[in-house]
């Protein structure tokens, strides 16, 4: 089998189980859920760090040039963060201090991906 086959197929796994986690963060933790939906929300959103990872899974394959392999990872993983947050407002509610977040995490990731586009061409 390819390598490529390989990672996206790990990836696909680690997008899965972000989105499982994300969704239903209960099945490995057994503490409460917080009565407030901003705490609601932010219990949800480590587990993007697994959809982002399975994202730069599928699709960056190389670790050289090493700028590309940092812009990649990095708003890789925070696109993960992002899906998780949205998920939890989903689910939770939605406050405006979480909606600000969202904003503060597109500003972030807007320069990454242009660093990223920029490094490949």
């Known amino acids: 089998m390819d390598n490529i086959?390989?990672?996206?197929?790990v990836g696909a796994v680690f997008i899965i189980f972000g989105?499982?986690?994300a969704v239903n963060p209960e099945l490995i933790?057994?503490?409460?859920v917080p009565s407030d939906i901003f705490k609601a929300?932010?219990?949800r959103i480590w587990w993007g760090l697994f959809i982002g990872f399975g994202l730069l899974l599928q699709f960056h394959f190389q670790l050289v040039p090493w700028q590309a392999t940092i812009a990649?990872?990095?708003?890789s993983l925070l696109v993960g963060l992002l899906i998780a947050r949205l998920i939890g407002i989903m689910l939770?509610?939605?406050v405006a201090k979480q909606w600000l977040n969202v904003g503060i995490e597109l500003v972030i990731l807007a320069p990454l991906i242009w660093w990223y586009l920029k490094v490949r061409s």
């Not at 933790?29 to 409460?32: A, E, G, L, R, V």
């Open 29 to 32: 933790s057994n503490k409460p």
């Open 19 to 21: 989105i499982v986690l």
């Open 5 to 9: 086959v390989i990672f996206r197929v």
């Open 41 to 43: 929300v932010e219990r």
């Open 72 to 75: 990649a990872t990095l708003s």
């Open 92 to 94: 939770d509610g939605s």
